[in-house]
């Protein structure tokens, strides 16, 4: 190539062209990160990034809102991600808070994890989160496997951390039948999730939410196609192996002490027709546990009353927020 520049259209040299074209390239190199720090600084109150465990777990989470408003942090049910709480977080931040969520480990957009998939280091990644984000007086809202994580994280957070907690169609006390559990489902109903989900996981993650999580399989229900999806979607997602591990996580993880420990108030809501986490060994039994539960029970709600009865359940989650 000759040392003199070869003038194109516009005055740009092929030299000019050639340095643009090495600077896109070297620039689609770069981790991804690089490009979501540059990303949150020109948004400002809207984030989303990863904060990296002990283990070197990425855990993507979103943050949005004001830095210096009451943080509320979400914790998703399984196999889904935070994008299950986005009728929440717009709602709240509209509202003035700040809103966060975050995928657990193995889950969404987080590394899919091969170990460290139950409850223990679970609530070590939402510690590490919090501690990242140094949250103060902190509202954690957990649904289903997400309120498990609610309560192990709570009942060994730092002093300061937390200041208030919601189960919302929780796992916990503990879902599978045990001597000191005899209200509890039998193991065989897990073990029949673990050979659905190994037969064909996408199928079984169509059968769910078409069926008895969002309560579309009970006569005169009309299934949403767009809901059935976006679970679906969500599933897919996360890493096979996490998503098995967890349906151990979920319903053989004994709770009965951690909630014991919380001293914060709790709000427990549950839907008295849920399907996947049975009402009676569940939210009352949590409520009773808890030095400063409060149970609140809705009628003929489903699992996933979050999205299905969401105008109803942001209502009352902030009520509890502002009391």
């Known amino acids: 190539m000759p040392d003199n520049p070869i003038p194109t259209r516009g005055g740009i040299t092929r030299r000019d062209t050639l340095i643009a074209a090495g600077t896109a390239v070297a620039a689609a190199m770069l981790p991804f990160e690089t490009f979501a ?60 808070f ?29 510690e590490t989160l919090t501690d990242a984000l140094d949250l103060k007086g902190a509202i954690h809202v957990g649904h289903s496997t997400g309120g498990g994580e609610v309560a192990r994280y709570v009942a060994r957070a730092k002093p300061g951390r937390v200041g208030k907690a919601v189960l919302i169609g929780a796992v916990p006390p ?4 045990t001597e000191a559990n005899p209200g509890g489902l039998p193991i065989e109903v897990f073990d029949g999730f673990r050979a659905a989900f190994l037969a064909n996981r996408a199928q079984f993650f169509r059968d769910v939410p078409s069926g ?40 053989e993880t004994d709770f009965t002490e951690d909630l ?23 939210g009352p039994l949590s409520a009773k546990l808890l030095k400063n539960g409060t149970l609140k029970t809705y009628a003929g709600f489903d699992h996933g009353m979050c999205t299905t009865h969401a105008d109803v359940i942001n209502a009352d989650l902030l009520a509890f927020f502002r009391s």
């Open 37 to 96: 720090t540059e990303q949150t600084a020109k948004q400002g109150d809207f984030i989303m990034s990863y904060v990296k465990t002990a283990d070197g777990t990425e855990i993507f989470y979103k943050d949005w809102g004001p830095r210096d408003a009451q943080a509320i942090v979400f914790h998703h049910g399984w196999p889904l991600s935070s994008d299950d709480w986005d009728s929440q977080m717009v709602f709240f931040l509209d509202k003035g």
């Open 212 to 251: 008895p999580f969002y309560g579309y399989n009970r006569p005169g229900a009309t299934p949403s196609p767009g809901v059935i999806e976006n679970w679906w979607r969500q599933g897919m997602m996360g890493g096979a192996k996490a998503h098995y591990d967890c349906i151990k996580a979920f319903s």
């Open 174 to 177: 503990i879902m599978v039948r």
């Open 260 to 282: 014991k420990t919380i001293t914060v108030p709790v709000l427990v809501m549950h839907g008295d027709d849920d399907q996947i986490v049975p009402y009676a060994d569940s």
């Open 98 to 126: 700040r809103v966060i969520a975050h995928d657990r480990r193995g889950h969404g957009r987080s590394t899919q994890t091969f170990t460290g998939n139950e409850m223990d280091t679970y609530a070590a990644d939402v």
